[in-house]
């Protein structure tokens, strides 16, 4: 059974800068080939922020996330970051790392309730 958890929220000041890490177990064959990184506000949908298909190394930013976020990981240790940046306080919320783990087909826009496997989050709060 895969396994996912997230770390490395807390509270930063707007303009600060937080590193997000998500660990994947019990997945065989190496990283499951498309991730990404959600967020959530009580009360709306879960987001996309940025997803990677593993295989290819292929990013897709939004357009909230492109320029101030980047993705990176570490395949030994099954593990994917989030590096933000430049964050204002509209970056405030419950913060989600999801795999989906057939193929990378739509990894671009994927709907997150096909996903596979999700964490319990890690919040984020920007003041301003």
């Known amino acids: 059974q895969v396994h996912v958890v997230e770390s490395g929220g807390g509270s930063v000041q707007a303009g600060g800068s937080l590193t997000l890490s998500c660990v994947v177990s019990?997945?065989?064959?190496?990283?499951?080939?498309?991730m990404g990184w959600f967020r959530q506000v009580s009360g709306k949908e879960r987001e996309g922020v940025v997803r990677v298909s593993t295989g290819g190394g292929t990013v897709y930013y939004t357009d909230s996330s492109a320029g101030r976020f980047t993705i990176s990981q570490d395949n030994a240790e099954n593990t994917f970051y989030l590096h933000m940046k430049k964050l204002s306080p509209e970056d405030t919320a419950m913060y989600y790392c999801?795999?989906?783990?057939?193929?990378?087909?739509?990894?671009?826009?994927?709907?997150?309730?096909?996903?596979?496997?999700w964490g319990q989050g890690t919040q984020v709060n920007v003041s301003p």
């Open positions: 999801g795999v989906y783990l057939r193929d990378a087909i739509r990894c671009r826009d994927r709907p997150p309730e096909t996903f596979d496997a």
């Open positions: 019990g997945y065989r064959g190496g990283m499951p080939p498309c």
